[in-house]
């Protein structure tokens, strides 16, 4: 299974800035995307975003504009830039490594997962 690795969390005033960190350390499947989802407290898992292998990127309507996914392939990494952050964005946000062609928004289609990292906004 894929191992993945997050970074980049903590807590922010409204209206700052983070970025996430997802390091690929290990992959065992051929990985058809890379996505961002966050989780409140009492939530479901939601998804944020997704960057294809050929680079393609897409961001969920209530982050467009503020989010921005980039990878860099030399460090087998991929980022989650949040700017103009919300106290609605809080959560624990999770990366996660795509197998296959089904649904990106989907987490039934993701087959590994990074730990988790903590974002709180507050006002």
């Known amino acids: 299974q894929a191992q993945l690795a997050e970074s980049g969390g903590g807590r922010v005033q409204a209206g700052g800035s983070l970025r996430l960190s997802c390091m690929i350390l290990r992959r065992t499947f051929d990985i058809s995307a890379m996505g961002w989802f966050r989780q409140a407290s009492g939530k479901e898992r939601e998804f944020v975003g997704r960057?294809?292998?050929?680079?393609?990127?897409y961001v969920v309507e209530s982050v467009t504009g503020r989010f921005t996914i980039s990878r860099d392939n030399a460090k087998n990494t991929m980022y989650l830039q949040m700017n103009g952050l919300q106290r609605g964005d809080t959560a624990v946000y999770y990366c996660?490594?795509?197998?296959?062609?089904?649904?990106?928004?989907?987490?039934?289609?993701?087959?590994?997962w990074g730990q988790g990292t903590q974002v709180t906004v507050s006002s």
């Open positions: 960057i294809t292998t050929s680079g393609h990127t």
């Open positions: 996660g490594a795509k197998r296959g062609s089904s649904s990106s928004e989907s987490p039934e289609s993701y087959g590994a």
